[in-house]
């Protein structure tokens, strides 16, 4: 027992306090490079399954929803489940239509944004189409005069978290809920309506009834 082939962590930091959590990651990520064994980590935390894992396998109802190395599924999450699974905050979700208007643009109240270069040739076959649109907390910023219109909408602030190194805010953009990580250098405030700007390249579409990415 001493030297198995495999371990298995069945949720072992669960029942520890945030800061001894942090602790035991570093530690159990040192335990595993010196004793060079496979670790079958079992965990419902998405951050304990990005700083562990080489490879992560996301389950749902006990079904692989998608196998791959953390920032893959970061990055390029197979389906709506995992794109929410990985990250935090979670990634922000918004039912669109995908409409034709010289270019296409995923619209719906409160919000209008042209579709990029990098997604246009796959979201063609849904055009007046409704689809979920994708985008990371942290792929908002509030806009500048070198953002282009088309990738920019306005929100009001609902609540400001002020972490230090970073702040998270709640916004409506007409009926929607997102949130956005800003610089802690923005001064926003309660009620008030900002102009956002989102990376493109970086949103994520997926099929309303599928919920697999397009």
Known sequence: MRHPQVFLFDEPLSNLDA?????????????HDRLETTVIYVTHDQVE??????????MKDGWIQQVG????????PANKFVAGFIGSPAMNFIDVTINDAGGLWAETQGLRVK???????????????????????EDLHVASGNDPNEYTFSAVVDVVEPLGSEILLDLRAGAHTIVARVEPTVRAKVHETLKLALTPDRARFFDLKTELAI
Do not use: W
């Not at 800061?19 to 335990?31: F, P, S, T, Y």
């Not at 399954?49 to 996301?58: C, E, K, Q």
């Not at 190395?69 to 390029?76: A, F, G, N, Q, V």
């Open 115 to 137: 579709v990029s270069p990098a997604h246009a040739s796959r979201l063609g076959p849904y055009k007046g189409q409704t689809v979920t649109l994708g985008i990371r907390p």
């Open 19 to 31: 800061k001894l959590r942090v602790q035991m990651r570093v530690e159990l990520k040192r335990l």
């Open 49 to 58: 399954a990005m700083t562990l894992g080489d490879r992560v396998v996301v």
């Open 69 to 76: 190395e953390p920032l893959d599924l970061y990055s390029r």
